[in-house]
């Protein structure tokens, strides 16, 4: 297939995922555009603190006050996720290990550089196991697909692990115990880049109450990490006016891993 089809194809796979309005405003950022942004974005984090614009790829970069990795001493012999997965996946901490049916510990490449983190398994998670699995699961795939990853070449994880009935918000005392689990994945995976599917997600990980409109755009540091947020896919199957502005937050995920990877 020649560069032309390639375009072709790709643009194809767009606008089936995001809509005919983004597919005719897409275009090809050049090598200069990137020059450009590497430039910044460098600038930018040799002085955080300052109010300095930054590129078009980030609205601001925000250092999220986190507290460091908690509550990992007891997991510190634990060098391996398959390993982790056989120590915590009989959880009973709270009330959720009583009616789940699998413990969806996540799933990916135990060395990926971009993790995305979802709120909760649902009832298709449940049944398998399996994180984003069912529409919201294909559209996930979908997306991933049109800034060139396949599923394999991430990790993907919720901040619980057990689905709460009838696919409620998780409450503040299911998030706490769950806070280490997912702490502790990350600690292995030693991700680059985080992507947050949902505010709850985002909310968790930036140990803030924020709305998902204000945490999006922004570039934040889970220490040292670089993190993103857009909407759960789940959410895009309710409202497909939020296709849009996720195809933009994912295209800044994208830039931002290449940015990375020079």
């Given at each position: 297939?020649?560069?032309?089809?390639?375009?072709?194809?790709?643009?194809?796979?767009?606008?089936?995922i995001f809509g005919d309005d983004l597919y005719t405003t897409i275009k090809i950022v050049d090598?200069?555009?990137?020059?450009?942004?590497?430039?910044?974005?460098?600038?930018?984090?040799?002085?955080?603190?300052?109010?300095?614009?930054?590129?078009?790829?980030?609205?601001?970069?925000?250092?999220?006050?986190?507290?460091?990795?908690?509550?990992?001493?007891?997991?510190?012999?634990?060098?391996?996720?398959?390993?982790?997965?056989?120590e915590i996946n009989g959880c009973q901490l709270c009330s959720l290990g009583e009616t789940r049916?699998?413990?969806?510990?996540?799933?990916?490449?135990?060395?990926?550089?971009?993790?995305?983190?979802?709120?909760?398994?649902?009832?298709?998670?449940?049944?398998?196991?399996?994180?984003?699995?069912?529409?919201?699961?294909?559209?996930?795939?979908?997306?991933?697909?049109?800034?060139?990853?396949?599923?394999?070449?991430?990790?993907?994880?919720?901040?619980?692990?057990?689905?709460?009935?009838?696919?409620?918000?998780?409450?503040?005392?299911?998030?706490?115990?769950?806070?280490?689990?997912?702490?502790?994945?990350?600690?292995?995976?030693?991700?680059?880049?985080?992507?947050?599917?949902?505010?709850?997600?985002?909310?968790?990980?930036?140990?803030?109450?924020?709305?998902?409109?204000?945490?999006?755009?922004?570039?934040?540091?889970?220490?040292?990490?670089?993190?993103?947020?857009?909407?759960?896919?789940?959410?895009?199957?309710?409202?497909?006016?939020?296709?849009?502005?996720?195809?933009?937050?994912?295209?800044?995920?994208?830039?931002?891993?290449?940015?990375?990877?020079?």
């Open positions: 297939m020649n560069i032309r089809d390639s375009i072709i194809e790709s643009l194809k796979s767009q606008r089936e090598v200069n555009e990137n020059k450009e942004f590497e430039s910044k974005l460098e600038s930018k984090q040799k002085s955080i603190a300052n109010s300095e614009k930054v590129s078009n790829v980030t609205k601001a970069v925000a250092v999220a006050s986190v507290p460091k990795v908690q509550n990992l001493n007891k997991f510190e012999h634990i060098l391996s996720l398959d390993e982790f997965d056989k049916t699998k413990f969806v510990f996540g799933e990916g490449n135990p060395n990926a550089d971009l993790m995305l983190i979802g709120e909760a398994p649902g009832a298709e998670e449940d049944k398998s196991g399996i994180p984003f699995v069912g529409r919201a699961g294909k559209l996930l795939n979908d997306i991933l697909k049109a800034i060139g990853f396949e599923r394999e070449d991430v990790f993907i994880a919720n901040i619980l692990k057990c689905r709460p009935p009838n696919n409620r918000d998780p409450l503040p005392a299911e998030r706490e115990v769950c806070k280490p689990y997912l702490y502790k994945q990350i600690d292995l995976i030693k991700p680059k880049i985080i992507l947050c599917l949902g505010k709850i997600s985002a909310n968790v990980l930036l140990n803030n109450n924020d709305s998902l409109t204000k945490m999006r755009g922004s570039v934040h540091d889970i220490n040292g990490i670089k993190t993103m947020v857009t909407f759960h896919p789940a959410a895009l199957l309710r409202n497909p006016n939020w296709k849009r502005p996720t195809w933009e937050d994912v295209q800044k995920v994208k830039k931002l891993y290449d940015e990375l990877h020079k």
